[in-house]
C-alpha cells in the first residue's frame, strides 16, 4: 500500500494543509492553530515554544567540534579527526505536564536478609515531558527542556531550514504513558526501602498541561569508518546526547597508550 500524503483545510484560515501518515497533531504554516488531524477541529490547549538560538549549521557546529576536542573519554583526535556529515535542527513535539503523582505500593525488602514487609503511599509533584512522536530515538531522559526560555507558540520562532515535526500522539496517549513512567520512577526513588515490588498502583492528577515545541540539532559525524550521532540543544548550544567512538576503535591508539611496538 502507498502512503498518500493527505490534504485538509485549516478550519481557522482555510489553507490548505499537508499532513504526512501518523501525524495527529498538525500546526498550520499560516496562522498557527493546532488542528486535529482526525476530526480537522482545532485543539485549544497551550501551545509553546523554546526559541533556538543556534538556527544555521554554521553556528552550532563550532560547539560541536568543541565537544569533540573535550573528555577524557573520547579518542584525543576526534574533533581532528572527525567529519560532519549532517545536521538538521528539529522542532520536536512535546507534551509538558504539571503533575502530582500518588503510589500506592506493596513490597518487601529484603536485601537486609529479613524479609521486611512495606507498603505505603508515595506522593510527589513533577513538570514532567513526554516526546509526541513514535519509535523517535530521542534521549527524552538526558533532555532538560529549558522552560524558563518558552515563548506562546509563533510562526517567526520557527528558523527557515528547521524540520518542524508534527505529534503523533494525543494528549490522552501521552498521559497513558505518562503514567506508566512516573510509575516506574516512583518504584526508582523507593528502591532504598523497597527493593521487591509485590504490587504498585500510580494515580495522576494533571495540574495543567501545555504542547512545546523545542529545538534540537541532530548531527552526524564520522569518525574511522563509522558514523556517530550528537544530540545538542538548539537554545543553549549544550550536548545533550552522544554515540562517541571508543579510543580502541581506532587502530594504534591503544598501541600508542600502552606503549606497545
Ligand atoms: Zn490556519
Redo the contacts with the bound molecule.
Sequence with gaps: MTQVVQSIK?P????PLELEPGEIIIT?G??A?DINTATGVKYIFQHSIIPARYTTPETILPYARSWMGKGFLKPPDLAKKSRIMESTLELLPFFVFHVKASTEYIGYLTRTGTNEERKGTFEKEYFWKIMARRGAEFPTAEYSVPLESKVPFNLSQVPPGAKFLSAEMEEDEARKVLRQELDAHARHLLSDIVDTFTKTETKIEVEEMEFLHAPVWIIKYQYGDRVYRLVMDGASGKDIWAEIPSPGEKKGFFKKMFGGA
Design positions: 485549516c481557522n484560515c482555510g489553507a498550520c499560516f496562522c492553530s
